[in-house]
Each structure stands twice: as C-alpha cells, then as structure tokens.
Nanobody, 115 residues
C-alpha cells in the first residue's frame, strides 16, 4: 500500500521562509519523479517543482530562484524549501508521485502567506 505524507506548512509573513517535507512508502522511491503541486482557492492545481530519481530539479517559472526541491533516497523523503514567500504562494501544497501502477497524492498541507 502506497502512502504519501506531507508535513510542514503554516502561516508566514511575506518575505519569510517555510519548509515542506514529504515521505513516501510502498514505492521504489528512488526510481520515480517526485512532485510538489499546489492549489489556491478557485484555481486549478499546478505543478510547482519536480525532481527526478537522480536529483535533477525542475521549477515553475513563478517559483524559480525562490523555491528549492531536494530528495533523500535513503529516507524516501522529498523536501521543498520556500524562501522569499509571497501572498500569491498561498495554497494547499501536495506531494505527488506515480509509478507503473498508479498516481499517489498526499493529503495536502496549507501554506498561508499574509501579514
């Protein structure tokens, strides 16, 4: 049984930093791309960042230079370091991966950026 569990998030002032973490179990973690998505109220879910098994990252233009995705294959963990946060980063953030069997999502964690 595959489980994806996020942690972190919360309320932060503009310009601040937050770190999200995700642990996936039940998959060959190091073989697959890990993704962070977000969904703001009234908007579609969007891909924020992804990282391949070998560690190559990709970012949405809106977060380039501010967010950093990383993974630790020994711990089946992926993190998203978010710096210089903006109010428009407010959303529920989801960890995601997919393998040959299916696609798997965490429960989501709320990030609110507000003064």
């Amino acid at each position: 049984q595959v489980q994806v569990v996020e942690s972190g998030g919360g309320l932060m002032q503009p310009g601040g930093s937050l770190r999200l973490s995700c642990v996936a179990s039940g998959v060959n973690f190091n073989l697959y791309v890990m993704n962070w998505y977000r969904q703001a109220p009234g908007k579609q879910r969007e891909l924020v960042a992804s990282i391949g098994g070998g560690g190559k990252p990709n970012y949405a233009d809106s977060v380039k230079g501010r967010f950093t995705i990383s993974r630790d294959n020994t711990k089946n963990a992926v993190s998203l370091q978010m710096n210089s946060l903006k109010p428009e980063d407010t959303a529920v953030y989801y960890c995601n991966t997919r393998d040959g069997t299916g696609e798997y999502w965490g429960q989501g964690t709320q990030v609110t950026v507000s003064s």
